[in-house]
């Protein structure tokens, strides 16, 4: 079956600007949740959904949302770009459930200049 | 979720065993202990996980001590396309993953 489907692969946007990510989790998968990778900090959790609730929030600022649609796909926003956005942006979908394994898409590249 | 603790970095010959030790001593009796690697550039990859059996699929073998304070992932024959970086997690809340700096494993032939 397809994995986590993750768009665009690249991206380069411009300081001030805003971008969507998208997320498409695997058939069944009704949990999906974002992750920030930088070389500096490592992979840091951003939020997760739930049927179309957020259920988990990390510690980023609010220029950081997201949302899920009825059909589980996922976007992220980041609004008012900074430089130190740039980063790979990883969304992962899981059944439901406490104690299922985490899939991974191939993330995002964003690029902030 | 509770801190885990792996050594920075650890090197492995081809074709033998990896052990990849991980501390979680403060982890609560209904805390999983999970296992995902991440080859460069690449989406994490989940491996394994387990509460407190031992646990054996294709990829590893995980062993969980019994008092659940310390694990073990266990790549049995080691190639170089298991060269990355492998975190351990103990994570209590369901879609939540705290990464840390995980083991970074390289394969030399």
């Known amino acids: 079956k397809a994995g986590v489907t993750q768009t665009p692969r690249y991206l380069i946007k411009t300081r001030g600007q805003q971008v969507t990510l998208s997320c498409s989790p695997i058939?069944?998968?009704?949990?999906v949740s974002w992750y920030q990778q930088t070389p500096g900090q490592g992979l840091q959790f951003l939020f997760e959904?739930?049927?179309?609730?957020?259920?988990n929030k990390g510690n980023f600022p609010g220029r950081f949302s997201g949302r899920q649609f009825s059909n589980s796909r996922s976007e992220m926003n980041v609004s008012t770009l900074e430089l130190g956005d740039s980063a790979l942006y990883l969304c992962?979908?899981?059944?439901?459930?406490?104690?299922?394994?985490?899939?991974f898409g191939q993330g995002t590249r964003l690029t902030v200049v | 979720d509770a801190k885990t603790t792996q050594p920075p970095s650890m090197d492995c010959a081809e074709g033998r065993a990896a052990n990849l030790p991980c501390n979680h001593s403060?982890?609560?009796?209904?805390?999983?202990v999970y296992w995902y690697r991440q080859i460069h550039s690449q989406g994490p990859q989940y491996i394994i996980h387990?509460?407190?059996n031992n646990e054996t699929n294709e990829m590893a073998s995980l062993i969980i001590t019994e008092d659940r304070k310390s694990s073990t992932l266990i790549l049995p024959h080691a190639t170089l396309r298991d060269t990355a970086v492998y975190y351990c997690?103990?994570?209590?809340?369901?879609?939540?993953?705290?990464f840390g700096q995980g083991t970074e494993l390289s394969v030399k032939p």
């Open positions: 992962a979908s899981s059944l439901p459930g406490q104690n299922t394994e985490a899939f």
């Open positions: 058939s069944g998968h009704r949990s």
């Open positions: 959904y739930f049927s179309e609730t957020q259920r």
């Open positions: 403060t982890i609560s009796g209904n805390e999983y």
């Open positions: 387990g509460l407190k």
């Open positions: 997690i103990a994570p209590n809340q369901g879609g939540k993953l705290i």
